[in-house]
T-cell receptor, first 117, second 114 residues
Framework: GAVVSQHPSWVICKSGTSVKIECRSL??????MFWYRQFPKQSLMLMAT?????????EQGVEKDKFLINHASLTLSTLTVTSAHPEDSSFYIC?????????????FGPGTRLTVL | KQEVTQIPAALSVPEGENLVLNCSFT??????LQWFRQDPGKGLTSLLL?????REQTSGRLNASLDKSSGRSTLYIAASQPGDSATYLC?????????????FGRGTQLTVWP
């Protein structure tokens, strides 16, 4: 089956620093990838849609200047949390769709746990 | 806007019981509905995907049904085992949204004790 990887799996950083998270589709190409955020005991909330070769589309309430997304190739999207603060501490998960049969199925990365001190 | 609700929020049962997890969604204009499993601190594992034209899907001890007109889905787990302990998430792929964008419920946290 299709595999999506994320790196790093966890990161701890100081307040004010920037953190980059990578999302890769290992055995398929994805012109679109999705970035979700999950707070403890909460559901996954879509942050933005990453589009290869064009600007990302952000959900309402998500600051595009704080969460920079770059979809540089058909297998890689990166999310950079700029000037991170403790309230940005969360679990970040990416996904990529792959057409399997008659429909598109979402494949998720293992997630990245971000802790901002 | 699509909203997904899961009931119950938490469930604790002894090993061997048959379980039903519920999911409801507000807008029936969906492509498909997907059930995921999430272990603590981990990513998502897809369990079952039901197309909007289908009524149910089965995989091993898992059976998921879909009633699109009423906006409901159930995940049935037969003969539960301690290894089934996890959070189960329901997500819908809403028509009219970006292809592949999913709307998630908050999940049902399942604990199966031996």
């Amino acid at each position: 089956g299709a595999v999506v990887s994320q790196h790093p799996s966890w990161v701890i950083c100081k307040s004010g620093t920037s953190v980059k998270i990578e999302c890769r589709s290992l055995d398929f190409q994805a012109t679109t990838m999705f970035w979700y955020r999950q707070f403890p005991k909460q559901s996954l909330m879509l942050m933005a849609t990453s589009n290869e070769g064009s600007k990302a589309t952000y959900e309402q309430g998500v600051e595009k200047d704080k969460f920079l997304i770059n979809h540089a190739s058909l297998t890689l999207s990166t999310l950079t949390v700029t000037s991170a603060h403790p309230e940005d501490s969360s679990f970040y998960i990416c996904s990529a769709p792959l057409r399997t049969g008659y429909y598109n199925e979402q494949f998720f990365g293992p997630g990245t746990r971000l802790t901002v001190l | 806007k699509q909203e997904v609700t899961q009931i119950p929020a938490a469930l604790s049962v002894p090993e061997g019981e048959n379980l039903v997890l519920n999911c409801s969604f507000t807008d029936s204009a969906i492509y498909n509905l997907q059930w995921f499993r999430q272990d603590p601190g981990k990513g998502l594992t897809s369990l079952l995907l039901i197309q909007s034209s289908q009524r149910e899907q089965t995989s091993g001890r898992l059976n998921a049904s879909l009633d699109k007109s009423s906006g409901r889905s159930t995940l049935y787990i037969a003969a539960s085992q301690p290894g089934d302990s996890a959070t189960y998430l329901c997500a819908v792929h809403h028509r009219g949204s970006t292809l592949g964008r999913l709307y998630f419920g908050r999940g049902t946290q399942l604990t199966v004790w031996p």
